[in-house]
């Protein structure tokens, strides 16, 4: 049995009661037996209220105990107060699923919390799973089931379709699919977990990436509160090649207080959760708008590894426009060959065959030039995506003709992501979707989305990363440690630092300070100043043994002047590294998804312009030295206008080999803090010069 399969009978039931059946179709209560009843529900619906016979045309019943059937679900629309009744009745009658729409749990206080706890330890203990509570339920127009009492509906029904919806909002998720029904995108099952108490949105996610009838999976988070899930449910997607296109909000502080108090979640830091959705190629949508395109696109099933762009228009203004919006997104358009754009200007001397290759206006006198340029796009320009910008041409009297012209080289070449951007009726826009064609209105729009499908297909293409590395068991001490204590400990991991060390007497680090070499730097050494910089705790260019004598006074005095009941174990002695790039390395542990890993410049690129990545540990060298790669100051790592390319192999392991060790530390280390590192010039290797760690 899959992992996920045990939300079967919650998500896709045979047998339904609803507690708290109400026989006005309007109410709560009422609304999922009308909407199953009007679109012909081919399970046993059973209304449960002690109050009617009968509701809805449909026999009701007293109480669960009185059901003919075990259901497989039961849908519970009771005030707060009878909810935790209603769960004990159903756990005893073994009911698998339940969909609570009663509200006034976690969402409300801590007392609720408590309320939502004990209902879910009772539901737990019976193997039943609950949706909510404070959710707006499920519906799958394929199976008539609707689980919700959304008024969607009154509006009109999902159209059938391949896309699967999971939203920790109700109201937005159902605004979501009103969106994509509205424009004939086939959004037909819809999951809204609302508080989470027990079902969590990465479990909907896991459970849609094993079904069938789901090809593309859209995604609505607030914040996400269980990890093991969600990366299970990511896996699974990859694994079967589902794209996720999430729209994840709460990325301001504003943002992620109202989804605390929206959903009860616990709102992870933004930049973690992109981390996550990066990793398993998950497309973070900016909009509602933008995530509809990428899933209606991504139901062609094309995704390309290499994507490339064929753009084939009648305006020159639009091809600048879209070839602008490529730039800016890095989705490659390669030039036309030249013996193609040859041929090409043969036939309409007056074209523009670069790539966009814009056939012009001629191509309304004579329709078979559509398949001839269209034609040598497609085989001499070998792009992956092609996109043809008609504009309102496709309204006109000639489009079925150009349409046809159209439809045989997709028809020739069918391995290719083809992309019309026309302004046309339904009608006629149903008729190229049903060619096979993607439609979008606005041509911008349809190069993200295709831009999104490379995306896609890269990340199902990527082998698994190298393991990471093995590190010895990691004790941790039982108070903070000092810079020094925090090396020694990195050390045992393989963690450079720069040569150094702790001195307790002046003499100490005269001593040491001659042995490493002229100038040196000095920091003050205590467990409790962990940023001495702040305080003048650190010298550097110490240049003699006169000037580490008064060195080490001078920080001694600024220390018990700053901190006066801090512990002080003396002054470190560092050899001063020159020529490097400064780095930072760190590790942060989130409350959700564990130890994360970070990687950025120092300097003005961390502390300013925060140019920085993370990933979950652990992981190998080459997700290392990706992570490295992909900030925007890497060029400066890489040799950027004749500087020394810097040891990136030495950077990436000691990166790697922090993230193995953040995992081996288990929950009792928070953070850990190497800034700077020096990047040292190709070869001469990476070095710690200063290292916080802090206990959990």
């Not at 259901?71 to 519970?76: E, G, L």
Request: a negative charge.
């Amino acid at each position: 049995m899959s992992r996920f399969a045990g939300l079967t009978p919650l998500l896709a039931p045979r047998s339904i009661a609803v507690l708290g059946a109400s026989s006005d179709a309007t109410r709560i209560g009422g609304r999922p037996i009308a909407y199953m009843r009007a679109q012909g529900f081919k399970g046993a619906l059973y209304p449960v209220n002690p109050n009617r016979s009968e509701i809805q045309g449909l026999k009701a019943y007293a109480s669960v105990a009185d059901l003919p059937e075990t259901p497989d679900v039961a849908i519970v629309a009771v005030p707060a107060d009878l909810a935790a009744p209603a769960i004990e009745d159903l756990a005893k009658r073994g009911v698998k699923g339940v969909v609570m729409f009663t509200a006034g749990f976690a969402e409300m206080d801590e007392a609720g919390a408590v309320k939502q706890d004990a209902m879910v330890a009772v539901a737990r203990a019976a193997g039943m799973r609950i949706l909510g509570p404070n959710c707006l339920g499920v519906f799958d127009a394929r199976r008539s089931y609707y689980a919700t009492f959304s008024s969607s509906f009154d509006s009109g029904w999902p159209v059938l379709g391949r896309i699967g919806i999971a939203s920790q909002s109700g109201a937005y998720g159902t605004h979501l699919y009103t969106l994509a029904r509205n424009r004939g995108i086939g959004a037909s099952l819809c999951v809204m977990t609302g508080n989470e108490g027990d079902v969590t949105v990465g479990e909907c996610i896991g459970w849609l990436a094993e079904n069938d009838e789901v090809d593309v999976i859209a995604v609505y988070a607030e914040g996400i509160r269980e990890a093991p899930g969600l990366i299970a449910a990511l896996e699974a997607a990859r694994a079967a090649k589902k794209p996720i296109v999430m729209q994840k909000v709460g990325r301001s502080e504003l943002g992620e207080k109202a989804a605390k108090s929206h959903t009860a979640s616990i709102a992870g830091d933004d930049a973690v959760t992109e981390a996550v959705m990066r990793e398993f190629g998950v497309y973070r949508a900016r909009n509602s708008e933008e995530m509809l395109d990428i899933a209606h696109t991504a139901t062609r099933k094309i995704y390309p590894v290499s994507n490339s762009l064929g753009v084939i228009t009648v305006s020159g203004g639009a091809g600048v426009l879209i070839s602008d919006v490529a730039e800016s997104l890095g989705l490659a358009m390669p030039e036309m060959p030249l013996d193609a754009q040859k041929k090409l200007r043969d036939l309409v001397p007056f074209c523009a065959p670069r790539n966009p290759v814009d056939a012009t206006a001629q191509v309304s006198n004579d329709v078979t030039l559509v398949k001839t340029f269209t034609e040598s796009m497609v085989r001499d320009g070998g792009y992956a995506s092609v996109l043809g910008f008609f504009s309102m041409t496709a309204s006109s009297r000639r489009w079925p003709a150009i349409r046809e012209q159209l439809n045989v080289v997709k028809t020739e070449n069918p391995d290719r992501l083809y992309v019309l951007s026309v302004i046309v009726q339904p009608d006629r826009r149903d008729e190229l979707e049903a060619d096979g064609w993607v439609v979008h209105e606005d041509p911008t729009r349809a190069v993200t989305a295709i831009d999104a499908m490379g995306r896609f297909g890269a990340g199902f293409a990527a082998r698994p990363g190298a393991p990471a590395p093995v590190v010895p068991a990691v004790t941790l001490p039982a108070s903070a440690p000092s810079e020094a204590e925090a090396k020694q400990l990195l050390a045992t991991a393989g963690i450079a630092s720069a040569p150094e060390a702790a001195c307790s007497t002046v003499d100490d680090a005269v001593r040491a300070a001659e042995r490493f070499g002229f100038p040196v730097v000095m920091k003050i050494l205590s467990p409790d100043i962990l940023h001495k910089s702040e305080i003048g705790g650190v010298l550097l260019d110490v240049a003699d043994a006169g000037a580490v004598r008064s060195g080490f006074a001078l920080l001694l005095e600024r220390a018990k002047a700053a901190a006066p009941s801090a512990r002080i174990d003396g002054v470190l002695v560092a050899r001063q590294l020159k020529g490097g790039v400064e780095c930072i390395l760190g590790i942060h542990r989130d409350p959700v998804f564990g130890p994360m890993a970070m990687f950025g410049l120092g300097g003005i690129f961390v502390e300013v312009l925060k140019d920085v990545v993370f990933h979950r540990c652990p992981f190998g060298t080459d997700t290392a030295e990706a992570m490295i790669r992909s900030i925007k100051g890497a060029p400066l790592l890489l040799g950027a206008r004749g500087r020394q390319k810097a040891d990136i192999a030495a950077l990436a392991d000691m990166l790697s080999r922090l993230s193995a060790f953040a995992v081996a530390a288990g929950d009792g280390l928070a953070s850990v803090d190497l800034n700077p590192v020096f990047a040292m010039p190709e070869g001469e290797g990476a070095f710690a010069v200063d290292a916080v760690i802090e206990l959990g």
